[in-house]
């Protein structure tokens, strides 16, 4: 058994093992953020190309 | 596919959609016109083959092969029979106006009597014959009917049977032919007047019924098609399995959207979606006045219901279909139709991506998120052994959505479980649950069970609410900008099957946790 750490040492600890996870996210979060810009301007695209006014507003009011 | 005359186009553009997106179709329902494309999509016809307004070609060429006569949709309504269809759309489209001029051609027609028997009383006889018989013959043809749907049901008919059994030709395409040999069910709703209740066509319940038959009998609104008649097996406690002749008219006015006929397949298999295409729209907004009340009502009637069918929510997602197309409108330019089928392509698309279930086939858009918060929370509480002494266990990140049609409940979506996206469109109550504290606070929230006792709501206790409860023992909540940019306020729910400590170290971690799930759904719009 090692030795059980202060809670001043465990709150470090805490801080090393999220700080070491954040990398990990801080490589991804990048290409999420791509992806999702990527994806909202492609749902603006194609609402703005439904030519039928009345299809076009029933798709946008969807979810709101 | 819900019911709307000449609106039905937008199915097209819907099946569309669903094709484009490769979902597996385990059944097709219609009613009215959307009978006529639920038949034909279980057969297995897409929606190109129908429309296609790339190539810029319809399906009316094949029709026309079959039925030389047939060259126009409005043609299907046999010959000369279009001329009163578009008079009886004229009239609908101005009632007040319609009613006026029949009253007026009364009046004239009583005066001219009238003068006509003052001068001789042979020629007033006469003509007060004639004009009886006028009215008779009137009254007859709208009882009758002013389409037919003769050279429709062959047509039907031969296209069934060409896509589904092309070496059997003249094989009649029946009920029990689906849902069977990797084929998607049927369900054809329409009203039965002989037993004045609501008929549906299904492999299970009809299996010898005609497909054409059932599809003729969905689509025939009274006034606009002679109402058919029907060879059907006597259920009735009397006479048991004899063959009788039903009359039938449109499913429209006992049931317009029909995605209940999937509530048993829904029970069985509740992982599986039902999408329901509306067709929506009035051709006429303004508000009733003494005069135009039975248009109203008639409409009403008609389509008024459509909210009952989507009560049942779990699983159901509402596609409404709004167009600028008339009820009666089947004469619009071919352009315009390749323009209303892209248009509703596009709409239907766009409404299907923001439902993003996880049983579609790729999740992985929006559940990468749900991925990412799932691997740093099982990360953290691997290493951190003090806080979470039994290891992470069984970790389940999901994004709490709430849907427009959802009053009491939310939908859980993009779910991960152990680092995998998890084949589930659920439904969370809110009362007594850790969401909706969330939903009333808009902050963050942290419980571990057991849970505060307002929780504990005895009455109104859900076994869904249990189930979960009897899994987790921690439970975070995090309100988080909507990832699909919808205005609907939207939580991320975290829970894990083993206990973690309670005490400042856990909540400094909670914090970290809460920092990182906000990071992660950050809208594009704000880096």
Known sequence: MGK??????????????????DLRLDRVLPELRKEAAENLALR???LASITDEKLRKSAEAWGK | MSGGGARGLLHIGAMGAIEERDYEVLGWAGTSIGAIFAALAAAGYRADDLIDPERRTTIMSKINGLNPRVI???????????????????????????????CGTLIVMMALIIWASSQSWVWGGLLALAFIGLILALT??????????????????????ERMFPDEPGRIVRMSDFGRHGRPTLKIVAANLTTKQLQLFSPELTPEVDIADAVMASIALPVVFRLP??????????????????MFADGGIVSNLPAWPFDEERAIDPHVPTLAFELVGNDNKSAPRHLTWPMAFLRTGLFGSGELNLRAANGLVHVPLDSQIGLLDFDIPVGRVFEIVTSARLASGHILDQVQTASTADPSRMAAKNLEIHEFIRSTLSTLRRLAPRGPGRIRVATAVRDPDLRLSMRLQFCIVDSAPENVLELVPREGFVLQHAVETGQPSFFTEPLPHRFDLRNVSTERRQALKAEARWYLVVPVPDPLDRSNPCFVLATGTRAVASGPDTQLLVEYFIDRIRKIYQSPAQN
């Open chain 2, 72 to 102: 126009t949709i409005t043609d299907l309504f046999g010959r000369f029979r279009w001329v009163a269809i578009k008079n009886l759309r004229r009239d609908i489209r101005n009632p007040a106006q319609a009613v006026l001029s029949y």
């Open chain 2, 229 to 246: 008649r029907i060879l059907m097996r006597d259920t009735s406690d009397r006479q048991v399995g004899q063959l009788r002749r039903d």
């Open chain 2, 140 to 161: 007859a043809m709208l009882l009758n009917g002013f389409g037919r749907l003769r050279w429709l049901k062959e047509i039907l008919r031969r296209l069934l049977q």
């Open chain 1, 4 to 21: 059980r750490l202060s809670d001043e040492d465990y709150r470090q600890r805490i801080l090393e093992v999220v700080a070491r996870a």
């Open chain 1, 44 to 46: 603006e695209a194609r």
